[in-house]
Every structure is written in C-alpha cells, then in structure tokens.
C-alpha cells in the first residue's frame, strides 16, 4: 500500500554519542471506500541511538499508531531494535527487527528489515528497503517493498 504522510521528528536530547527523539505522525486516510481505511491514523513513539564506532550505531525504537478503525480508543504498540552501518558520507546501510500488535486479540507479530539510505543534498535522503514478518498473524504474513524521502528542515 504506497500513502503519504507527514510529522515530525524532535531530539529531545543529544550528546556526542547518542541521541533520544520523539517522533509524531499523521497518516492520512487510505481509502474512502473501505470502512477501515476511511480514517487518519495517527503514530507516536521514542527513538534512542548510540555511536557504537565511527561507521556503526545501534539503537531502540518504541511506538503506537492508532488503529485503522477506531483511531486513539486502541493503540498498536511496536518495538524494535535498530543498526546501521555508513559506508561513505551519503549511503548507509539499516536493519530493523522487532516485534508489534497488527490487530486485539492477536499473538505479536515479529519483523525485519534492511534499508539503503542516500543522501541526495544536505536535507534530503532517498530510502529504500525490503522486509519480512516472521511469524503468521490472523493468516497474514506479509513482505513488503518501501521507499520515500526524509527532509530535514
């Protein structure tokens, strides 16, 4: 499914090393013909990063985005462990695994990813990636294909 959404990303904090963020976002409505794609869903959720080398860091990313169907009255919670390697000044290289909720009354369903990031200016960074579920939930198990662009103001 290709959407656009829009939000932000704040450091709330940052040293040398390492970094906290609060992220905020707003994911328009997919459809105005299916009944559980006709709202906004909105995402909130806390990033951490740490410099582990000059090239590698590593990290934790917590958030809920609200449901489809029923907005804010159920959050879908998700956490993930995050790396990323940078090969030259504008390409690196990130993995994702971690785990969320898809829907109530579901086992969690456990993921992973693998994005190229390039930078194309100062402020713009294209993305590109692939991932997997590992485990069925609700005899879904998905593989996707995402990518889309970062601008830092």
């Known amino acids: 499914m290709t959407r656009f959404g829009y939000g932000v990303d704040y450091t709330i904090t940052q040293t040398s090393r390492s970094a906290i963020a ?20 909105y995402e909130i959720g806390l990033s951490s990063g740490l410099t582990v080398s000059q090239r590698l860091s590593v990290g934790l990313a917590a958030e809920g985005i609200s449901s489809g169907r029923v907005g804010f009255e159920r959050i879908l919670p998700l956490l993930a462990v995050n790396s990323s ?41 294209y ?27």
């Open 85 to 125: 390697y940078t090969m030259n000044r504008a390409l690196r290289v990130a993995a994702d695994l971690g785990t969320r909720l898809v829907s109530r009354n579901v086992v969690a369903q456990s993921f992973g990813d693998v994005a190229i990031n390039q930078k194309l200016g100062h402020n713009v960074i």
């Open 127 to 153: 993305n590109v990636g692939v991932g997997t579920t590992f485990n069925p939930v609700a005899n879904a198990k998905s593989h996707y294909l995402a990518s889309g662009f970062s601008v830092r103001l």
């Open 22 to 41: 609060l992220i905020a976002e707003v994911l328009p409505p997919t459809s105005r013909f299916a009944p559980t794609h006709t709202q906004s869903q």
